[in-house]
Nanobody, 123 residues
Framework: QVQLVESGGGLVQAGGSLRLSCAAS????????MGWFRQAPGKEREFVAG???????AYADSVKGRFSISRDNTKKSVYLQMNSLKPEDTEIYYC?????????????????WGQGTQVTVSS
């Protein structure tokens, strides 16, 4: 099991940037699939980006070209750089991890979750 703590959320104007960080403790971080999801009130938690064991990445179509996921295995951390933010990106963002090394985009298949951080983009 890995414990995850997010940071870096906040309020930004449309077109601006934010960088989210997620620090992990416990587990062998380099073996883990790490991901970012987001959720708006009353909606399903949706996949944003994933970083797989071995170096591959994946993105939701809605953020491709604007968001970038990266990880530093020595610091046991994963990051989400968000550029060209839009008001529709306003949601709670969650860090997720799973020891399987790769996970599908459905949130129910991921084992470990952070507490979430609010991102608000004003128009």
């Amino acid at each position: 099991q890995v414990q995850l703590v997010e940071s870096g959320g906040g309020l930004v104007q449309a077109g601006g940037s934010l960088r989210l960080s997620c620090a992990a403790s416990g587990g062998t971080f380099s073996n883990y699939a790490m991901g970012w999801f987001r959720q708006a009130p009353g909606k399903e938690r949706e996949f944003v980006a994933g970083s797989w064991r071995g170096g591959g990445t994946a993105y939701a179509d809605s953020v491709k070209g604007r968001f970038s996921i990266s990880r530093d295995n020595t610091k046991k951390s994963v990051y989400l750089q968000m550029n060209s933010l839009k008001p529709e990106d306003t949601e709670i963002y969650y860090c997720a991890g799973d020891s399987a090394g790769w996970r599908p985009r459905t949130s129910q298949t991921w084992s470990n979750w952070g507490q979430g951080t609010q991102v608000t983009v004003s128009s």
